[in-house]
């Protein structure tokens, strides 16, 4: 009995391995056949594989050639711009007041606040230090070029210099330079009241022109020209727009000339403005979209 099952296992094994040999063979018969068949498709994507390794690197070949020569280009308009800048950066430092307060070598001028208005205020900002750089990238003559104009919107002049300031909300007057005579005051941008052209008006009695050509203003006392205009004095220019030099009411935009007139208003550009006009001989506030 042993024998005859031993058999039987024997038999069965050798029969299943039999048919996994012939499942094998059709298998590959069957990929073999399956190849054959689309052998024209295979071959073509064989094809567009080797025309991309081909082509794909002599584009970029010619793209890098195209951009070496717009960097060079490029590289060029920097180091000339680096240059005019740098130039006149000299110019600027040659021109500067020998008063200039300096710093020792090495060490840097601490910033004191001296005025808790959160209005302007006269002297350099105290700006704390920046620990994160939020620009990806830096293009020297851009830097430059910010540095520059943060330095010209930083005074250097003290209260001492000046004599004395007068602080307003938007503005801080040096008053040596307030002394100046035939001095007149721009303000572009009113709306309902305009308290910057008050200020001049009342505190240096200097004539000012007011600029609005926009609907917001058209209901404005001021703009109207019913405002107190030229008076004595205004005891309640707290409570309400009062002007003690005389003021004059323009309902002309700021911007290219427009001819005919777009939208029923007319233009005029600050250079037709101040034509005629002498050095340091305007005070002008730009309040306009």
Not at 169 to 176: I, N, Y
Request: net charge positive; glycine share 10%.
């Amino acid at each position: 009995q042993v024998r005859s099952w031993t058999r039987h296992v024997g038999a069965c094994r050798w029969g299943r391995s039999a048919r996994y040999v012939q499942m094998g063979r059709k298998g590959k018969e069957g990929l073999l056949a399956t190849l054959y068949r689309w052998r024209l498709v295979l071959l073509a994507g064989l094809l567009i594989g080797l025309a991309a390794l081909i082509l794909v690197p002599l584009r970029a070949g010619r793209a890098a050639g195209k951009e070496g020569a717009r960097v060079s280009s490029g590289s060029q308009q920097e180091a000339a711009m680096l240059s005019m800048l740098d130039a006149s950066e000299e110019a600027d430092e040659a021109a500067a007041s020998s008063s200039k307060q300096k710093a020792p070598k090495g060490k840097a001028l601490r910033c004191i606040k001296r005025h808790k208005s959160a209005g302007s205020r006269p002297g350099k900002p105290c700006l704390p230090p920046v620990n994160l750089d939020p620009y990806s990238s830096n293009t020297p003559w851009r830097a430059k070029l910010g540095e520059r104009i943060l330095a010209a919107a930083t005074p250097q002049i003290t209260e001492e210099d000046c004599g004395g300031v007068t602080l307003s909300p938007l503005a801080s007057w040096c008053l040596r330079a307030m002394r100046r005579k035939e001095v007149l005051a721009l303000s572009f941008g009113v709306e309902d009241r305009d308290k910057w052209s008050e200020r001049l008006s009342n505190a240096f009695k200097l004539p000012t022109r007011l600029f609005d050509c926009t609907p917001a203003s058209a209901g404005s006392l001021v703009m109207q020209g019913k405002a107190p205009n030229g008076t004595a004095s205004c005891p309640e220019a707290e409570k309400r727009a009062c002007y003690e030099t005389p003021y004059q009411v323009y309902r002309t935009c700021l911007g290219p000339r427009k001819d005919p007139p777009s939208g029923g208003k007319s233009y005029k550009t600050l250079g037709a403005y101040l034509s005629g006009r002498g050095p340091l001989s305007a005070h002008i506030k730009l309040d306009i979209h």
